[in-house]
């Protein structure tokens, strides 16, 4: 079975801040990690995805995830938070054998301070 | 990229009546599914796979009769609400899969924006 963690449900920034969103998996085979980021009223966007290529994972809009097997993470940043990054975001899990089923965290609700 | 279409965007209905929503995937074709619920402030849930040309595989809780899912065609996956009721008040999202490659083969999911259902 697999699960999926965020820690924190809420999160502030200032605008120019870090933005530091904490994912960590549980997976007894070798996962796929995906960040989506959802806006209001709306379906849910790929950020970025880790696919065992590359432990560092750039994605769109300036972000970037590292997995970390040792620490069971996928926590995704951004140097420099802009007021448009305000959204909630999603880490999600799949294992590596072509199961087609997502397991998504609880959501982190990204709200930037001007 | 892949792009997954819903129908309708939002609806209102009464309680006691059915209420059918669409999901296409509007430039590649999908054998499989996935219909998801999503509470204020929640998750997404996945209610069930909906499977071209078989019976849909629900998740445990989800009862069948009620949310009856059809994939028509390798392009459209239908979910109705039967009987609803306020407490189905929801977000629903589909999603549909396309195959990649990376070091091994692997499923990227494409989301369709949603549906917002109210149930008076």
């Known amino acids: 079975a697999q699960s999926v963690t965020q820690l924190g449900s809420h999160v502030s920034v200032s605008e120019g801040a870090l933005v530091l969103l904490r994912c960590n998996y549980s997976s007894s085979v070798p996962p796929y990690l995906f960040w989506y980021v959802q806006y209001p009223n709306q379906g849910l966007q790929l950020l970025l995805k880790y696919t065992s290529a590359a432990t560092l994972v750039k994605g769109i809009n300036g972000f970037e995830a590292e997995f970390k097997k040792s620490e069971t993470s996928f926590h995704l940043t951004k140097p420099s938070a802009h007021m448009s990054d305000a959204a909630e975001y999603f880490c999600a899990v799949s294992d590596k054998f072509g199961n087609e089923k997502l397991t998504f965290g609880t959501g982190t609700r990204l709200t930037i301070i001007p | 990229g892949a792009v997954v279409s819903q129908h309708p965007s939002w609806v209102i209905c009464k309680s006691g009546t059915s209420v059918k929503i669409e999901c296409r995937s509007l430039?590649?074709?999908?054998?499989?599914m996935f219909w998801y619920r999503q509470f204020p402030k929640q998750s997404l849930m996945l209610m069930a796979t909906?499977?071209?040309?078989?019976?849909?595989?629900?998740e445990q809780g989800v009862e069948k009769d009620k949310f009856l899912i059809n994939h028509a065609s390798l392009t459209l996956s239908t979910l109705t609400v039967t009987s609803a009721h306020p407490e189905d008040s929801s977000f629903y999202i589909c999603?549909?899969?396309?195959?990649?490659?990376?070091?091994?083969?692997?499923?990227?999911?494409?989301f369709g924006p949603g549906t917002r259902l109210t149930v008076l």
């Open positions: 909906s499977n071209e040309g078989s019976k849909a595989t629900y």
């Open positions: 999603s549909a899969p396309m195959n990649f490659w990376s070091s091994g083969p692997y499923n990227e999911q494409f």
């Open positions: 430039d590649f074709q999908a054998t499989t």
